[in-house]
């Protein structure tokens, strides 16, 4: 049975790391992409397809629902404030996007050891409809997101 002040101060860290994060990463707010939860090991992140997301086949570029994916794995891996970064990706794209749609990438750690982490990223649509799956291997690196954060609980 998990302690509950130790998943309060886990969760903390997660908010705390996910805050700071999203303050430096301009990718995601210049493409519309808002953090919507985190907590250890997981986050949801939601990007609108807009009109300049569109490709030569009026469909959602797919370079667009990977950085979404990807930028969910980030704040997912990144959570326990120990700086994370991706060391290999893949994606599979089960149904194509379409301008005004609004994307949802869901994610969760599947695997976590010593440096290594593995996060399966769900991707939906607004209907709740799967439109890609991502996985995510990641590798902790030198160095904390939250330089001296600080713990309330």
């Given amino acids: ?9 886990d969760q903390e860290i997660a908010d705390q790391v996910g805050a700071g994060m999203y303050a430096r990463d301009f990718a995601a707010q210049k493409m519309g992409i808002r953090l919507e939860a985190i907590g250890p090991g997981t986050a949801v992140v939601t990007m609108p397809v807009s009109d300049d997301m569109v490709n030569g086949h009026d469909i959602g570029h797919g370079g667009f ?7 969910c794995f980030a704040y997912a891996c990144n959570s326990y404030n120990k700086n994370a970064v991706a060391r290999h990706c893949e994606i599979s794209f ?9 994307l949802t990438a869901t994610g969760r750690e599947v695997h976590k050891a010593g440096r290594s982490g593995t996060y399966d990223i769900t991707v939906t649509d607004q209907t709740g409809e799967v439109v ?5 291997h990641s590798r902790i690196v030198e160095g904390e997101v939250v330089p001296d954060l600080t713990i309330m609980t």
Avoid at 65 to 71: E, I, K, N, P, R
Avoid at 132 to 136: I, K
């Fill in 1 to 9: 049975m998990s302690d509950p002040v130790e998943s309060s101060v």
């Fill in 65 to 71: 629902t990977f950085t979404l994916a990807d930028t």
């Fill in 94 to 102: 089960i149904k194509p996007t379409r301008r005004g749609d609004v």
């Fill in 132 to 136: 890609a799956l991502f996985r995510g």
